[in-house]
């Protein structure tokens, strides 16, 4: 262990945490107080180091999407796994059913079950621009609404080209918590940039 903190560059302490958390699996047992670990662990390390410190899930997100990743799942249960632990749980009956009815039609033809994650966000975020006075006059819904399907489009053929289903599923998971972040990141590049251009 002495030697995966040093390799990892994370304190002895914190591998023992994600033990007994079981976010990494145990080393092969060679004594009573000493076990070996490789190269998997190092990965799952750096894995569960990313959820936490730039995906910003808590432990038991990041336990929930690894079991996900480690479990004979299909992809469309892990999506929902991943989507779920970087969502705020919303009721539906806590949203105004015409917030409902205005994502709904901005999401026609979409294949989404009324329950996901991002149908419910998204209608309280129309909510919240409406309740502060902002409105859609040029087809800003419409163009988020496209950016996202490009968005999807590029996660799912990243995922179709790993080889196997443990790797898809890793993919899935980093895709989209990750993905969050390099999402909202890139945005705020590409807002700096396009000012630069409008109002130089």
Not at 9 to 21: C, F, N
Not at 47 to 72: N, P
Not at 115 to 130: C, D, I, M, T, Y
């Amino acid at each position: 262990m002495a030697e995966l903190s040093t390799i990892s560059g994370i304190p002895v302490a914190t591998i023992k945490y994600y033990l007994r958390e079981k976010l990494l699996p145990v080393g092969a047992s060679e004594t009573a107080n000493q076990a070996r670990y490789g190269a998997g662990h190092l990965d799952r390390l750096r894995l569960i180091r990313a959820l936490i410190d730039v995906g910003g899930l808590s432990v038991a997100s990041a336990r929930s999407v690894l079991e996900a990743i480690d479990s004979d799942a299909s992809l469309p249960e892990v999506f929902k796994v991943a989507q779920h632990s970087v969502s705020v749980t919303i009721e539906p009956g806590d949203l105004e059913p015409a917030d409902l009815a205005s994502i709904d039609a901005l999401l026609e033809g979409w294949h989404v079950s009324p329950e996901n994650p991002g149908r419910l966000a998204a209608a309280r975020v129309l909510s919240a621009f409406r309740g502060v006075g902002q409105t859609d006059d040029r087809g800003w819904f419409v163009r988020y609404a496209e950016a996202a399907l490009l968005i999807a489009a590029a996660d799912l053929d990243e995922i179709e080209s790993r080889s196997d289903r443990a790797a898809k599923a890793e993919t899935v998971v980093v895709g989209t918590v990750l993905g969050d972040a390099l999402i909202s990141g890139l945005r705020r590049a590409a807002q700096e940039h396009v000012t630069s251009e409008r109002y130089s």
